[in-house]
Every structure is written in structure tokens, then in C-alpha cells.
């Protein structure tokens, strides 16, 4: 819902009604995750997608049929070779929405102005929604007991970045759908090279709050990397290890230099953080295990390291080097074997995964100067 809040908030404050669809469970190829939202107004206007197209058609008239009847309805669409076209999933899927009445003006605003936030809405027909932040709830499903369970349960999903249906504990046979936005991960990008450059821009296309990190200022410039967010001028190492990192953070290290990599390395294989990379050669990558090793690092650190970086693409410019570096990390972050697809005879989605936020904070890039 994130990504249209701001638009649904301008139709409640112009008085515009409005059906909101959301995914609510996913199986098999389905073509959008669990949290994707699509809201029709009661002119017609459409904002969002539940599918790509595949049952979009069906889904804006089980909108206009809650408008009409003030009633939320919960509906599965699967494929099957008499619909697949029409109203089936051609891709294989299956995907169950909910439609829902509007969501309270309250509920709108939190989705719409929280940085971290997790909106929570039952499964009962009664279309009780919730906005659930980290200190504050906005929404209520009527009855305390329930608000203060649901909460709970949403602020556990929201910390981790997870979506999906749960249990409501003190209503038997009750679910609640809850959806978290929490903010974009963060890409940190070491070492300011023309490298760096496309890895920003692609990090940034993936979604990514990205920063680049160099000691030299002469290079670290925000002119030369105009899709970074933050651009710092500090010893990686050092900047590390006080910058916030968590279980979805990505470090990739392009300084191509030992005095920089293996203080750098010896940081971020101790820290909590989802990927760590580090461009080399096959003989830089040997020579600098060794470096590791005598600093102290386990082979069980080590493991964790993934260079040379990216998946073997054979690219050669920093741009196709990107590609595969960006490719190697999805790969980690989705569960993907890096295959080609047509070799593989498995589900083309591994799981449903989690919405990691596309929020934004306003303010310009800035530039950090640390002393040496």
C-alpha cells in the first residue's frame, strides 16, 4: 500500500471513495508478492496492481461490488486451463486478495508518513485495519484485547521485514493479514571507483539505500556518484563499524586494496548483515584469506564471504560487472541457485517475500567528512 498512500490519502481528503484490494497469500509463480495493493475509486480510476494484468479486470469489479455494498470479500484465483486467460493466473500461480471498504483517514496517514510501519487487517469480513508502528497504533478492530495482540504480533513481523497471515490467538478460526513497510536495506558501497558508480546505480534500482565509502576525498564526490544517497569520506573500516547495519544489509567491498579490504573485511565478516562481497582476482582472493586468517578471522567467517564478487556473467565493463554483482545478490536475498531459468524445473519464485520498504526520507545527499 506504501507506494500509493500518499494518492489514497489525497482521494480521503477530497471526499473520493474508494475499494482497496490487497494480496494476502501467494502459491506456485504468482506475479506479485503478499502486501501488493490495488484501490479503485467509485469513478473508476484504478491505482496499484494485485497482478500485473493477469486477473486485474475481475479485481476491479469485486472493488465496485464493495463499494456498493459497504462488505469486505476475500477471493483466491488460481490457474486453470478453461480461465486461465480470463480470469486465471496464466503464470501458473494462485493468489488470494481481500477487498476491503477504505481504511480510516488515520490508518492512510501512518502508512503514508511512518518511516517504519505494519498494517494489519482481519480476515472476517469486517474490514478492521490497523496501522502498527514501533511505539504507536492507529485503527482498531473494537476490541482492546485484539488491538493489543495484533500489535504485538505486527511490531515482531515488522523488525524482521516479513509479511503474511497469522493467527488472531484469543479469536479461534480468526486471521489477520499483516503487511510490513520498514525501511529501504541498506547497499554500502566501499571504495569510490568507476565500479562503484554502476553498483550505486543498480543498488539503487533494486531498491537499496545506497552509500559509498572511501578514504579519499578527491574521488568521494557526490558528482561522481548521483545515485548513491549518501556519499562518506572516512576509513571504510572505521565507518563501519559505527554506521547501523542489520540482518538485510549488504557490504560490498571494491577498494582493491589490502590496506583497506582486510581491516574492512575483518569488520564486516563479525557483523549481523546479509551479504558480504569483495572484488578480486583468484590469486588476490588467496592471498587475502591468508591476511584474514592471520588477523584472527574462523574459516566459519570466512565461508561467509563471497569473492570473487557476483555471478559468472562474463561481463567486463563496470556496468555488465554490476549486473552480475547485483545478480549474485538477489540471488541471496531471494534463495535463487543463479541458474538459468529453463534449467531448472522448480517454482520460478522460491517463496513469498517480504515488502522491504521503498520509503524515502526527504533531504538532499550529503557528504560526511571524518578525521583521519
Known amino acids: 500500500m506504501r507506494e500509493i498512500a500518499a494518492r489514497l490519502t489525497a482521494w480521503d481528503r477530497a471526499g473520493t471513495r474508494f475499494a482497496l484490494a490487497t494480496v494476502v497469500s501467494t502459491s506456485g509463480s504468482a506475479p506479485r508478492a503478499p502486501g501488493a495493493t490495488m484501490a479503485v475509486s467509485e469513478t473508476g480510476e484504478v491505482l496499484g496492481s494485485v497482478s500485473g494484468g493477469c486477473v486485474e479486470g475481475t479485481v476491479h469489479e469485486l472493488c465496485q461490488e464493495v463499494l456498493s455494498t459497504g462488505a469486505a470479500m476475500r477471493e483466491s484465483f488460481g490457474y486453470s486451463a478453461d480461465t486461465a486467460f480470463a480470469v486465471g493466473l496464466s503464470c501458473g500461480g ?21 518511516t517504519s510501519v505494519a498494517v494489519a487487517q482481519l480476515l472476517d469480513g469486517s474490514g478492521a485495519i490497523l496501522a502498527v508502528g514501533p511505539e504507536q497504533v492507529r485503527g482498531s478492530t473494537g476490541a482492546a484485547e485484539v488491538d493489543a495482540l495484533i500489535a504485538a504480533e505486527a511490531r515482531a513481523m515488522l523488525d524482521v521485514a516479513a509479511s503474511g497471515i497469522r493467527t488472531v490467538r484469543c479469536r479461534p478460526g480468526t486471521e489477520v493479514f499483516i503487511a510490513s513497510y520498514a525501511p529501504r536495506p541498506r547497499l554500502l558501497v566501499f571504495g569510490a571507483t568507476d565500479h562503484a558508480g554502476a553498483v550505486a546505480s543498480l543498488g539503487a534500482f533494486l531498491g537499496y539505500e545506497v552509500t559509498v565509502c572511501d578514504a579519499r576525498s578527491v574521488f568521494a564526490t557526490p558528482a561522481r556518484f548521483p545515485d548513491a544517497d549518501q556519499v562518506v569520506v572516512d576509513w571504510p573500516h572505521r565507518f563501519l563499524a559505527r554506521t547501523p547495519v542489520d540482518g538485510r544489509t549488504v557490504v560490498v567491498v571494491l577498494t ?35 591476511r584474514l586468517r592471520e588477523a584472527g578471522l574462523t574459516e566459519r567467517e570466512l565461508a561467509r564471504l563471497r569473492s570473487p564478487i557476483g555471478l559468472d556473467l562474463g561481463g567486463r565493463t563496470p556496468e555488465e560487472t554490476a549486473v552480475a554483482i547485483g545478480a549474485e545478490i538477489v540471488a541471496v536475498r531471494r534463495g535463487g541457485g543463479g541458474l538459468p531459468l529453463r534449467d531448472t524445473d522448480g517454482p520460478l519464485h522460491h517463496a513469498p517475500y517480504p515488502p522491504w520498504g521503498t520509503h524515502q526520507s526527504a533531504g538532499s545527499k550529503r557528504v560526511e567528512r571524518q578525521g583521519s
Open 256 to 290: 582493491h586494496d589490502a590496506k583497506f579490504d582486510v581491516p574492512l573485511l575483518e569488520v564486516a565478516l563479525r557483523l549481523p548483515v546479509a551479504y558480504v562481497g569483495v572484488m578480486g582476482s583468484r590469486r588476490t582472493h588467496h592471498e587475502r584469506l591468508d
Open 94 to 114: 494462485t493468489i488470494e486478495v481481500c477487498v476491503q471498504p477504505q481504511p480510516p483517514s488515520a490508518v492512510l496517514g501512518a502508512v503514508a508518513d511512518w
